[in-house]
């Protein structure tokens, strides 16, 4: 980032989204062409992991992290079956709600299940693709499919939901120690029977065989793709091969691997990763100002 160019505040901000109160952090401004760069979380996570990255980009850029459904401190319906159909509509409702027409999508964990069946399936709209630490094929490894079975078992999931679970799993999940009270602030959304019911089945509900469709429309993309990823990464350990297959399917991809992140790569290096997005954003926006030499 040059030395001109200086973060820009964070706005906290609600908007309904087909009957969701969807809550979502802001940074930056519109510009002529409405292209928003789209932050998408995971699991157990919010827009909240987003937060120290957001006011970086929002200096050439208008960004978004949202909570999505079921997460943070949108809304979590009990009665909402979230598939891959729920989540492209939910995306698209939110798009037109904000005004977006184009999208520069940044998705990590099961952010990208949920935001890649939507690009597939909305080409047109996509301006860059940016993957962190996700799924993105429709094979599963041993301990993605072992976590699924877990949200299926009754003592089991009762147990991985607990605001005590969640703390350790954003631990293992980084290389940095966090704080308690970032900890705190990602558990204790949870605490509620009908936030933990969401966390469930968020996972349950999403079919890995409907990534087939991610699979066969991934090749055919023609804009820029940049993958980033924590290398130790204790919750997806083979994301180095997923990130592989990536720039073999996408010859325009560029692919860097930040050896002391782990999963959480939000949190360890905020800063890196950051910079890293930036410039890769910057580097594909006509005439965008923040753009560095």
């Known amino acids: 980032m040059s030395a001109q160019q200086t973060p ?22 519109p510009d002529q062409d409405r292209t928003l760069t789209l932050l998408v979380h995971g699991w157990p996570t919010s827009s909240y992991l987003w937060r120290n990255i957001l006011p970086k980009l929002g200096t050439g850029h208008w960004t978004i992290a949202l909570d999505l ?3 943070g401190q949108s809304d979590k319906p009990r009665d909402i ?8 509509q939910y995306l698209e409702g939110f798009l037109a709600a904000v005004g977006a027409r184009g999208v520069n999508l940044v ?36 301990s993605a499919k072992l976590f699924v079975l877990m949200t299926f078992l009754p003592g089991i999931s009762r147990w991985m939901t607990r605001p005590s679970t969640l703390r350790r799993i954003l631990g293992l999940g980084t290389r940095k120690k966090l704080s308690q009270d970032v900890k705190t602030h990602y558990a ?12 469930l089945t968020s996972v349950r509900h999403l ?50 691997a930040l050896p002391d992140c782990g999963h959480f790569l939000q949190e360890d290096e905020p800063d890196k990763l950051g910079d890293l997005i930036l410039k890769a954003l910057n ?3 006509p005439g965008n100002p923040a753009a560095e030499a």
């Not at 079956?81 to 492209?88: A, G, L, M």
């Open 8 to 29: 820009r505040a964070t706005v906290s901000r609600q908007v309904d989204v087909n009957g969701i109160h969807t809550h979502y952090l802001e940074s930056g401004a």
């Open 69 to 71: 459904p079921g997460y």
């Open 81 to 88: 079956r979230f598939n891959h159909d729920f989540w492209t």
């Open 107 to 142: 998705v990590h964990d099961l952010g990208g299940p949920i935001g890649l069946i939507w690009a597939a399936r909305h080409p047109d709209k996509l301006r860059h693709l940016v993957l962190l630490n996700t799924l993105v094929y429709s094979k599963l490894n041993w």
């Open 188 to 199: 204790n959304t949870y605490h509620d029977p009908a936030a933990r019911h969401c966390l």
């Open 207 to 256: 079919d890995p065989k409907a990534n087939l469709e991610v699979e066969r429309v991934l090749p055919t993309l023609t804009v820029p793709v940049t993958c980033i990823y924590g290398a130790n990464d204790y919750v997806l350990p083979d994301i180095s091969k997923t990130m592989a297959r990536v720039a073999r399917d996408l010859p325009q991809a560029t692919v860097t």
């Open 283 to 285: 580097q594909h926006t």
